[in-house]
């Protein structure tokens, strides 16, 4: 059995990292490879290059955090992470990695945004620097997750792609940025999407975690004007509907606002159950856009209204909007109530059909990657 190593984001308590890296795993082995994450556990170097007083606030944060509900949330995540991935051993150096360097025959890079400067910074592990040129290198939905690239950093991602075998993104400013860098790509579907609902539900409880009926927030932290929005729509369909809004995403001190249902120790397993079951999703998070139109819910991507700043969140969830002819979802934090009362309803007999082509397409890109092994 050939064996492939895939190295992605696994040191995190991030709900999208941790179920990405589950779902391209179990995807390979179906497909019957051995198959191992690194786990790269070494600081990423973009955040180690932040201003002094950013990295000090934030070891400080880290100590507090701690008893308002982190620990449980890394336990959790650390009991899923334990009962579906495989991992090698902790590698907490950057050099320890070249020890793996001929122990696979092949090396998958993604997907995730392990291309994004703001957080590998010179990281050249993330473009399989560690691994020989005879070795057959892959990337699948890598993301850059910005815009734009600096002429350095466009450099480094030329030079650094030249010996890859094969060559995938997760969005189409992903692609349109490499062709600029005249490499070919092809646009796939983020791993989580690889999967159906039906073979997700074999990674949480059916029990469900909140018997009564409601609307969920999955916030992602970085633009406040979208957050503030996301809680005013949810508060608006809560006062129609009666149904009652939880929270999840949202940082720890969120948990002492007593007269809001701040949920902040749930792992993937959790997050998985609480999609599952809500009557309608509210996010501003990729993943969180990918697990409610997969799992057919009433989801509403909020995106910002500047989509030009380098570093907006919300390009990769227009991409899978544009692919899922989803656009007309789109709320902006301008928006009045009236607007979004008009928005239209998802056809989800479409986006079914048009997620399960896009699988066989991404499918075909890993087989035809993968078939001289």
């Excluded at 990695?97 to 590998?120: K, M, R, T």
Aim: aromatic share 12%; with cysteine.
């Amino acid at each position: 059995m050939k064996k492939i190593g895939i190295l992605t984001f696994i040191d995190t308590v991030n709900y999208g990292a941790i179920l990405q890296a589950t779902a391209l795993q179990n995807f390979l082995i179906k497909k019957n490879f051995h198959v191992e994450n690194l786990n790269y556990c070494v600081p990423h170097d973009g955040l180690n290059l932040r201003p002094f007083h950013k990295r000090f606030l934030t070891k400080i944060w880290n100590v507090f955090k701690s008893f308002l509900g982190y620990s449980l949330r890394l336990e959790n995540t650390n009991k899923f992470i334990s009962k579906n991935l495989i991992l090698t051993k902790k590698i907490k150096k950057k050099e320890q990695i070249e020890l793996y360097a001929n122990f696979y025959d092949c090396f998958i890079v993604g997907s995730d945004q392990v291309w994004n400067p703001n957080i590998i910074g010179n990281d050249m592990n993330y473009f399989l620097k560690f691994v020989s040129s005879d070795k057959l290198k892959v990337s699948y939905a890598a993301s850059f997750g910005v815009n734009t690239l600096s002429l350095d950093y466009s450099n480094i991602v030329k030079n650094s792609l030249k010996d890859f075998y094969a060559i995938s993104v997760r969005e189409n400013q992903g692609a349109k940025i490499l062709q600029n860098l005249n490499i070919n790509s092809e646009v796939v579907l983020d791993p989580t999407l690889l999967l159906s609902r039906k073979e997700w539900k074999n990674f949480y409880s059916q029990k469900r975690l909140i018997d009564e009926r409601y609307i969920l927030c999955y916030f992602m932290p970085g633009n406040r004007e979208v957050e503030k929005k996301i809680s005013t729509i949810s508060e608006y369909i809560s006062k129609k509907t009666g149904l009652k809004v939880i929270n999840i995403g949202k940082k720890e001190y969120s948990r002492l606002n007593v007269l809001g249902n701040n949920r902040v120790t749930d792992g993937p397993e959790q997050f998985l159950n609480l999609i599952e079951n809500c009557e309608c999703l509210l996010t501003n998070s990729f993943h969180g856009l990918a697990f409610g139109l997969n799992f057919n819910k009433n989801v509403y991507p909020f995106v910002e209204k500047n989509l030009s700043n380098e570093l907006s969140l919300s390009s990769r969830l227009i991409s899978l909007l544009d692919l899922t002819n989803s656009k007309h979802r789109m709320v902006y934090p301008d928006m009045t109530l009236e607007d979004f009362d008009k928005i239209k309803e998802i056809d989800f007999e479409y986006t079914n059909n048009i997620l399960n082509i896009h699988r066989v397409n991404s499918t075909l890109f890993l087989e035809k990657s993968l078939m001289s092994l």
